[in-house]
């Protein structure tokens, strides 16, 4: 996918992307910490970073973060939501030019969002910005897809509606993951969350997806009468829940 769609396709999801996008399990932060020594005083590049919600973690910690948002809008939210931090930065710029100083930061770290890099540029610009031996990490929340009878129809209803759902599936990029780190070895962990949520949760985390077709499209309306059903016929006591493999990958870049 062209550079220029993949940085405009969320433009109009921000809010629902702020409200209904999962977070991060804290053993992320540990891990970084025991296994890559960060500690608050290293300065991180979040590639992407889009409305904050990793960049949070990072700031709450102590680290002066850089966040790189290509979208305007999202940028704009992640200005706002993160107004409090006096060591937030927010910078306009993409993955393979985030306009950083050379060798500025110990850390660069991109969640829920490299597979939408040009991994030859966006490598290249990041051992650019890294401190030598700098690390970098990627991560993402991967839904599971089978493990209930809800996620195995929610599945059905992505591959049925999705505009380009399996063309872009995240899942994708992290089997070509080396491609990132190459020569440079890596390492990953895996850890599992969950997100509950009644309908209108429901319904505003499908919108959020940028291969969720929105109000204009003629299949946006059949698309949320389906998941109106599958919910009703899942839900336990007006709840329904999402399961996720948080995925991490880090490494010293060369």
């Known amino acids: 996918m062209p550079a220029s769609n993949a940085t405009v396709r969320f433009s109009n999801r921000v809010e629902n992307y702020v409200r209904y996008r999962p ?3 804290p053993e992320v932060l540990r891990t970084l910490k025991t296994e890559c020594g960060m ?4 300065a991180i590049a979040d590639i992407a970073s889009g409305t904050g919600i990793w ?5 709450e910690n102590g680290n002066p973060v850089h966040g790189v948002e290509p979208n305007a809008e999202m940028r704009v939210a992640g200005e706002r939501l993160l107004a409090g931090f006096s060591n937030f930065s ?3 710029g993409t993955a393979e030019a ?3 100083p050379d060798h500025s930061v110990d850390f660069v770290t991109a969640a829920q969002a490299a597979h939408w890099f040009d991994r030859t540029r966006a490598r290249q610009e990041f051992v650019r910005i890294l401190k030598p031996a700098g690390w970098l990490v990627l991560m993402w929340n991967e839904r599971v897809t089978d493990s209930t009878a809800f996620l195995r129809d929610y599945e059905q209803l992505l591959l049925k509606y999705g505009t ?3 063309e872009i599936r995240h899942e994708r990029t992290t089997d070509e993951i080396n491609q990132f780190f190459d020569p440079a070895p890596f390492e990953e962990r895996i850890y599992d969350m969950r997100q509950e949520f009644d309908y209108a949760g429901i319904e505003g985390r499908l919108l ?5 077709p929105g109000p204009n499209d003629p299949q946006h309306v059949p698309m949320l009468r389906e998941l109106r059903r599958i919910f009703d016929a899942h839900a336990l006591d007006g709840r329904a829940t999402f399961e996720y493999k948080t995925r991490v990958f880090f490494g010293r870049l060369s």
């Open 23 to 25: 977070g991060y399990p």
């Open 164 to 166: 380009d759902y399996q």
């Open 55 to 59: 960049t949070r973690m990072l700031l």
């Open 39 to 42: 500690s608050a005083r290293h």
């Open 208 to 212: 959020s997806s940028s291969y969720a």
């Open 98 to 100: 985030t306009t950083l």
């Open 90 to 92: 927010s910078v306009a």
